[in-house]
């Protein structure tokens, strides 16, 4: 698949796995099988907020974009996300949130 991602100022987190053309949202499963090469299924035809365009299927690939939700300092490789091209399994996302890194103090 190939995911783009659309970042949203949110305290909602977000999960995604794939396996074939299913992909898992936060657990819910999307079956995208039954979409023919060429053809989309419309977005307000899905029952999800997070899947925020239609879905195709061209050159084999099915393509969508997903809302990021992000945290209020979140980094600029999440403001600005590439596109993402998933395999069967977990699917890796930018950090929800910068991690502050706590001062190392001696006594």
């Known amino acids: 698949m190939k995911i783009r991602l659309s970042p949203q100022r949110c305290d909602a987190q977000l999960h995604l796995a794939q396996e074939g053309d299913t992909l898992f949202i936060n657990e819910e499963p999307f079956d995208f099988s039954q979409i023919p090469e060429g053809a ?4 307000h035809a899905i029952q999800s907020e997070w899947i925020v365009s239609d879905v195709l299927r061209e050159n084999g690939e099915l393509c969508l974009t ?3 939700p992000h945290g209020a300092s979140a980094p600029d490789e999440t403001l600005s996300p590439a596109t993402i091209i998933t395999q069967d399994g977990e699917v890796p996302l930018p950090p929800f949130d910068a ?3 706590t001062p190392n103090v001696e006594h």
Do not use: A, M, S, Y
């Open 40 to 43: 989309t299924l419309p977005c």
């Open 66 to 68: 997903l809302l990021l």
């Open 99 to 101: 991690i502050e890194e």
